[in-house]
């Protein structure tokens, strides 16, 4: 993998931010280490583990409402998601929704709020080949994962292989799940699937929106 942008700071304001969003909007996707502070990552990381000692994740299922499904072929994991309880939940939230300004400002495309969830894959965890935008709704727009793991190593498996677009024969990239590292892409042109975990894997998963309400139709989140 060539393409990572290396970053420093937090502040989205920067070339680096300014950067990825570019990127975003060339390839689809961008990969970006280091986008947001280790301390924030570190406590990311602690959270998700207390959740997971206490019970706190549910089964991830796969798709929305009527079509919820707990679909064990497609996907081995339990989340959870964020309501903003901790000082690092909302610290993480605070910087998505400046992050949501600076694609707005820059991309025009209209996101309208964020939903995210912790994601713990077990040992023998993964994900199918999927599209973050659910089927009949425009709603999921740009996805944004970050990776908790430190010291990951590419031989623990749960790499992200993304295609770099729709097409049968578009080509792949491979991303190791390092602690502190950022992919962002558009959530309806970019198939991925994360290949399957030798080790316990963790991630916050999260999403811009678009306000898809229209007439009688409620769009709730999730
Ligand atoms: O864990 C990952 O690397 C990807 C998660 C994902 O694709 C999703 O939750 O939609
Ligand atoms: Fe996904």
């Known amino acids: 993998m060539s393409e990572v942008i290396e970053a420093e700071t937090d502040d989205f304001d920067t070339l680096v931010g300014d950067a990825a969003i570019e990127a975003l909007a060339q390839d689809g996707y961008v990969v970006v280490d280091a986008f947001f502070n280790n301390g ?3 406590a990311l990381a602690d959270e998700l583990a207390a959740m997971e000692a206490s019970g706190a994740l549910t089964h991830a299922g796969v798709g929305r409402e009527a079509g919820r499904r707990q679909a064990a072929e497609i996907r081995r994991a339990a ?8 000082g690092a939940e909302r610290r993480f939230l605070d910087m998505a929704e400046r992050l949501r300004i600076a ?14 969830n912790f994601i713990a894959y077990p040992s023998g965890g ?25 010291g990951w190593q590419a031989d623990y498996g749960g790499t992200l292989r993304l295609w770099k677009s729709t097409e049968a024969d578009a080509a792949t990239v491979e991303v190791v799940p390092q602690a502190g590292r950022v992919v962002l892409m558009m959530s309806e042109e970019i198939p991925h699937e994360v290949l399957p975990s030798h080790r316990p894997r963790h991630a916050i998963a999260g999403w811009w929106r678009v306000n898809a309400s229209s007439g009688q139709r409620l769009d709730t989140s999730r």
């Open 79 to 86: 989340i959870r998601w964020f309501d903003g309880g901790t």
């Open 103 to 116: 694609i707005n400002r820059r991309l025009f495309l209209g996101l309208f709020d964020f939903e995210c």
């Open 40 to 42: 924030l990552v570190e």
């Open 126 to 150: 993964f994900y199918g080949r999927h599209l973050d935008s659910l089927t009949g709704a425009r709603n999921r727009v740009v996805s944004m994962i970050v990776y908790l793991d430190a």
